[in-house]
Structure formats: C-alpha cells, structure tokens
C-alpha cells in the first residue's frame, strides 16, 4: 500500500527533482502525512461533521459562532504551515524562480488528501494577490497574512497570529437572470491613517466561502460603476466594523467540511481596491490566481482517485494481474491523469517565467481558463470510471472515492459551468490574435514532429468557433489536449506520450475509457506510472 504520497509519485518526483534540493524534505514530509491513516481520518471526519452557524450562547445571549469540528482546523494547521497562504508572497531565497512550481507540488499533494478546507488556503492566497498592490492596506495586514499559522478565532487582526481572505462578490439571485438587489457604496470621508477614500458598503452577497474571514473583497456600485472593496470584519478599535452578519449557511453536497454562506453587509467601511470601475478587472485577475489553484486541486484528485483504485486491486498482492479490460480501462485513465499532472507542472512553471519572459506570459493568461476548465471537467467521469470498476464497495456514505465523487462537481460551478471561459478564449483569439498565434507555434513546436498537423487543426477550429459558439467546447478541449501533448513531450517518458498523442490527437471521438490501442502495452503503462510498493 501506499506509504508516501510524494515518493511513490514517479512523474512528480521528476518534476521536484528540477528544483532546489532543500524543498524536497518538505514535499517527503507532507507526502507521508498525506498517506497516513491519521490524515485520512481527518478527512472524514471533517466532512462527515459540517459547519455550524450558532447565533446564541448557553446563556441565551445573541452571538455569531461559526463551529467547525477540529480536524478542518487539523487541516487547515498543516496547510498553513506548508505554505499553501503565504509561499508565493515571502521574500526568502529558497523558492526564488520557483515558488510557484514548488507551491503546486505542496498544493497537489494536500489536495489527494480533502479539497474542503483548501477553499479557505486558496482564496486568501488569491486575497493576497489583490491586495499586495495597496501598499499602505497590505503593509497593515502582511504579518498575519504572510504567517503559517493558524488562527481561527474571530477578533481585529492586531491580536491574531494569522488572517484569512475571501471574496463576496455574488449578488443575491431570485433568478438566474435578474438580480433582486444591486450593492451599493458611498464615500464618507478621506481616511488620513490610510491615505485614501473611505466609503460605506450596503450590500448582502451570496455563495461566500468560509463567511466569517478576517478580511473581504466586496463589489458594490459607485454612480453605477462596479468597484471592489476591501472590508475588514473588525475595525482597529475592536469593534465589529457595522453590521456584518452571516444570514445562514449554504448546505451543498460536495465539500461538507467548507463553510459556505450569504453574508450582509450595513453601514460597513471599506477602502476602494485599484479605481472606480476597476471592480471587474480586480475579480478577473483574482480568477487567474484560483483558476490555477482548482486545475492544481482537480490533477491532485485525479492522481490519489486512480492510486486508490490501483491500490484497490492490489491491497493482497502488489503484483496482482487485473482482468485485461479494467487494466486497458485504468490505463487509458492513467494517461489523462498524467497529462493533468503535467499540464499544472508545465503552467506553474509559466507563472514563475511570466514576469521576464513574453512566451511564457502568454501562455498563462490564456491557457490558464483552458487548463482548469479541461481538468476539472475529468474528474467525475474519471471517479466515476474507477468506482464502476471498483465495484459498490468503493461508494459507501463517507469512503473517501464517494467524496472525490460528490465534491468533483465543486471546481466546475463557478462562472457558468466553464461557458465564460470558451466565450473568453474565442475573444481573446479575435482581440490579440498575434499572441494566439505565437502560444499555438510554441505548442507544436513542443509536441515534436505530430506539431505541424496540431497547430493546422487548432487554427481550423479557432476559425470554425469564432463563427459558431457551439464548437467552442470542442476548440477548447483540442487546446487542452494539444498543450498536455507539448507537456508530457517534456516529461521524458516515450511510450506514455506516444499513447496519448495518439489516443487524444488522432482525431478519434472519446466517449468511453478502455479503448486504448492494444499496440500500446497497458501493464508497463500502469506498472511505470504506479509502481507495486
């Protein structure tokens, strides 16, 4: 069985092996607890036991207490310690040139483990991105935003050791068209302490994850301009910064452990986040950053969901022969989960070269909304394959693959199933379609001598779902496909690639796992992928 999630990770112990020594004592030691049976209870416990919003004390007296059992809070401890807030903001020389790639394996590996309590890691992480450009607010909060501690209790930020981030952007919906209310915001006053504009915020907001944060991000109106703010649950004198209150929590079925809810906020003050009428362009490159963190979550899903169903079969004898269909069938996963794995790697490794480098820039900002999109859309038919093959008792109530199953669907929900991101693609071609161009030419140059053809079929679909939306998907999967293609080219492992440049680029419509070409030998596929330990 499985002793080390990161040691017996053949592909990601490659890509770990390209950086700086020193880290890989972190990634062992958060492998290991990945794989331990105390992890793993963790995890179920803290998704068996969901939130719980108490508005009063055992004295009857009225309160806001957000109970959460104590293994999210084990959870979120070790995240935090690992970094997962706070790495890509440090200044230490460690991780320079690639905090980003060393981020994605500690996120990777926690992500196998419970993805619930990684909704908190993530959105303050992205908070941090949004707020580090206001230098006299991040200065304020950087030393327990930047802290690996842990800190759950709910007061001013001046007595805590860490803080959380999260954004309250969703307008409350009695439809999916129209919105019942629009958020507004006033300016008040200049705030000298600050150096800026302090406005009053009148806004209740929907689908907020983990509600009771330290710090939000809220859009409202200003003179019919959306604009961002930054509101902070307590004010410096220890009071509760108006009224901000926690209407209820939100129950979904995936991701029991995360606290999800609508908030109000009245007569709240806030400071304006960039200028009026950036609020949009703040929250889209707030999505670039939680983008990357859920396609991250889904290939860390996909690898733990296809371990266990190979440990599965395993668990009497580590050489044990599986029937030839469930082995081709597990096989054929095998090389979308790898590609996922590599397709992070590859992009993580852009976002460390984006800042002196033009290419690889370009290959964030658009393949970013691609990737995630792409990733998160496998795991449940990817879950569900294993499952099937499985057998019922890998789907009891509270079994860690019928987790992976319900919380897949999580990563897919926001902004419209993914729809915003093919009508976002297409734009982009037609707004800058020589940076398209230059990302499409990269690409087949990576895949090799299948390049050429690649790069003429993605141009020929471009073309066809610029005029019609509804090839758009199709565009974007062909995207995903070829840019995992150029991925695995990198990755050093032949035989892998060639069965999945074949497989996924040959052109052949894929409604089903299992019909992978018998020329491509499935056991060595599993067996270099999965090695028996």
């Given at each position: 069985?499985?002793?080390?999630?990161?040691?017996?990770?053949?592909?990601?112990?490659?890509?770990?092996?390209?950086?700086?020594?020193?880290?890989?004592?972190?990634?062992?030691?958060?492998?290991?607890?990945?794989?331990?049976?105390?992890?793993?209870?963790?995890?179920?416990?803290?998704?068996?036991?969901?939130?719980?919003?108490?508005?009063?004390?055992?004295?009857?007296?009225?309160?806001?207490?957000?109970?959460?059992?104590?293994?999210?809070?084990?959870?979120?401890?070790?995240?935090?310690?690992?970094?997962?807030?706070?790495?890509?903001?440090?200044?230490?020389?460690?991780?320079?040139?690639?905090?980003?790639?060393?981020?994605?394996?500690?996120?990777?590996?926690?992500?196998?483990?419970?993805?619930?309590?990684?909704?908190?890691?993530?959105?303050?992480?992205?908070?941090?991105?949004?707020?580090?450009?206001?230098?006299?607010?991040f200065g304020k909060w950087q030393n327990v935003l930047l802290s690996r501690q842990h800190d759950y209790s709910s007061r001013p930020i001046s007595t805590k050791k860490s803080a959380s981030l999260t954004f309250a952007c969703d307008e409350v919906r009695n439809s999916l068209q129209n919105a019942t209310q629009v958020s507004a915001a006033t300016r008040i006053s200049f705030d000298s302490a600050n150096g800026r504009d302090l406005y009053r915020i009148d806004a209740v907001k929907q689908s907020v994850l983990n509600p009771m944060a330290d710090g939000y991000f809220v859009t409202a109106e200003v003179g019919g301009q959306k604009c961002c703010f930054f509101v902070s649950r307590f004010l410096d004198n220890g009071a509760l910064n108006g009224n901000i209150s926690v209407d209820f929590l939100v129950h979904r079925a995936g991701e029991?452990?995360?606290?999800?809810?609508?908030?109000?906020?009245?007569?709240?003050?806030?400071?304006?986040?960039?200028?009026?009428?950036?609020?949009?362009?703040?929250?889209?490159?707030?999505?670039?950053?939680?983008?990357?963190?859920?396609?991250?979550?889904?290939?860390?899903?996909?690898?733990?969901?296809?371990?266990?169903?190979?440990?599965?079969?395993?668990?009497?004898?580590?050489?044990?022969?599986?029937?030839?269909?469930?082995?081709?069938?597990?096989?054929?996963?095998?090389?979308?989960?790898?590609?996922?794995?590599?397709?992070?790697?590859?992009?993580?490794?852009?976002?460390?070269?984006?800042?002196?480098?033009?290419?690889?820039?370009?290959?964030a900002r658009i393949m970013t909304p691609i990737i995630a999109i792409h990733i998160n859309e496998l795991v449940a038919p990817v879950i569900g394959e294993i499952i099937s093959q499985m057998g019922a008792q890998a789907y009891m109530f509270d079994s860690r693959m019928g987790r992976m199953l319900v919380d897949a669907p999580m990563r897919t929900m926001k902004g419209n199933g993914g729809n915003d991101i093919v009508v976002d693609t297409i734009r982009l071609g037609e707004r800058a379609p020589g940076l398209f161009q230059g990302l499409l030419d990269q690409i087949g140059r990576d895949i090799g001598p299948a390049g050429p053809k690649t790069v003429e079929i993605l141009n020929a679909a471009a073309r066809v779902a610029a005029n019609d939306i509804g090839a758009g998907r199709l565009f974007i999967e062909q995207m995903a496909y070829a840019g995992a293609a150029a991925a695995l080219q990198q990755a050093d492992m032949p035989h892998i690639t060639a069965a999945y440049i074949e497989s996924r680029l040959g052109g052949q419509w894929r409604s089903s796992y299992g019909m992978l070409s018998a020329r491509h030998h499935a056991g060595h596929i599993l067996d270099t992928l999965y090695p028996a330990v």
């Open positions: 069985m499985r002793k080390n999630a990161f040691l017996d990770d053949a592909v990601l112990f490659r890509f770990s092996s390209l950086l700086p020594t020193p880290l890989l004592a972190g990634f062992e030691e958060i492998g290991a607890f990945v794989a331990s049976r105390e992890a793993q209870d963790l995890a179920r416990l803290a998704n068996i036991h969901r939130p719980i919003l108490r508005r009063e004390n055992e004295w009857g007296d009225g309160l806001q207490q957000l109970e959460t059992h104590p293994a999210y809070h084990a959870l979120l401890r070790r995240s935090r310690q690992a970094g997962l807030c706070s790495s890509l903001w440090e200044k230490g020389p460690a991780e320079n040139g690639v905090r980003y790639q060393s981020r994605a394996i500690r996120l990777f590996l926690m992500s196998g483990l419970e993805t619930g309590h990684l909704n908190e890691i993530t959105s303050t992480s992205a908070g941090i991105s949004a707020l580090i450009g206001e230098a006299d607010l029991c452990s995360s606290a999800e809810g609508q908030v109000s906020f009245r007569d709240s003050l806030g400071w304006l986040i960039g200028k009026i009428g950036e609020g949009d362009k703040v929250i889209r490159d707030v999505e670039t950053m939680t983008r990357f963190d859920q396609a991250v979550i889904s290939a860390g899903v996909l690898r733990a969901a296809l371990q266990t169903g190979v440990n599965f079969f395993r668990r009497f004898n580590p050489r044990q022969v599986l029937s030839p269909l469930t082995e081709r069938i597990f096989a054929d996963l095998a090389l979308d989960v790898v590609a996922s794995q590599c397709l992070v790697m590859r992009l993580a490794r852009a976002f460390d070269s984006a800042a002196t480098n033009r290419g690889e820039a370009a290959f």
